[in-house]
């Protein structure tokens, strides 16, 4: 069975307890929480003070994707927060070996996340330290957009370097997700699908979950 994460980033933030509540006692597995900074990528989410109060009654892992130039500076923030897997951009580290051991100093799992023009092999030094390779689908910034066709092709590249590697890395994808792509990534060797707006603009994200997680 897939991991599925629903994106908060396409729910209603103005019920948020609700939403929250919604995905727990769902079929999810995961809350995705997306934190963008504006610098990074075109766009401004949430940040540390709501990822704590998320974390006051989510009932399920938190799966934070920092969107972010320089996270270094943040790793404990997000722990303290309540991160259970904590995901940095390849593109916003400068020393991303460093990066991921600081992670895992901190007790979480690490998440390392590219964007769709950066190639799966730029991973290979480091892959044994990944808990979670999150392959972006669409360009990162904003939920609704469409899934790119060739993330298939990244999923099975970077399927084989798990491989060879011998390691239990998870391969998650995010961005355009619905049951037809979503499909077509288990089928290439996806381990966890995040979905925002497929679920949340769904006329029952509940269900929708559990299509999903039926995959
Ligand atoms: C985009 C975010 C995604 C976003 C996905 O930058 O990383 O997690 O919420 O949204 P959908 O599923 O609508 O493409
Ligand atoms: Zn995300």
């Not at 989510?58 to 270094?72: Q, R």
């Not at 996806?190 to 979950?209: H, M, Q, R, Y």
């Amino acid at each position: 069975m897939p991991i599925i994460a629903p994106s908060i980033l396409a729910s209603d933030f103005s019920n948020l307890q609700s939403e929250i509540e919604l995905v727990n006692r769902s079929k999810a597995d995961w809350f995705h929480l997306d934190v963008m900074d504006g610098v990074f990528v075109p766009n401004i989410s949430f940040g540390i003070p709501v990822i704590r109060a998320i974390n006051k009654h989510a009932t399920k892992p938190l799966d934070v994707h920092l969107m972010i130039v320089d996270p270094d500076r943040y790793i404990c923030d997000f722990k303290k927060a309540g991160a259970d897997i904590l995901t940095v951009h390849y593109e916003a580290c400068t020393h991303l070996h460093r990066t991921l051991q600081a992670i895992k100093a901190e007790g979480m799992k690490t998440g390392v996340s590219l964007n769709p023009h950066t190639s799966v092999s730029v991973l290979k030094e480091v892959i044994k330290d990944i808990d979670v390779v999150l392959l972006m689908s669409v360009n990162p910034g904003f939920g609704g957009q469409s899934f790119i066709i060739n993330t298939y092709e990244k999923v099975k590249e970077l399927r084989q370097m798990i491989k060879d590697n011998n390691t239990k890395t998870i391969i998650e994808i995010d961005g355009g997700v619905n049951l037809e792509t979503g499909a077509k990534l288990l089928e290439c060797g996806a381990d966890a699908l995040v979905a925002g707006s497929f679920v949340f603009k769904s006329d029952n994200p509940e269900a929708t979950i559990a299509d999903l997680s039926n995959l």
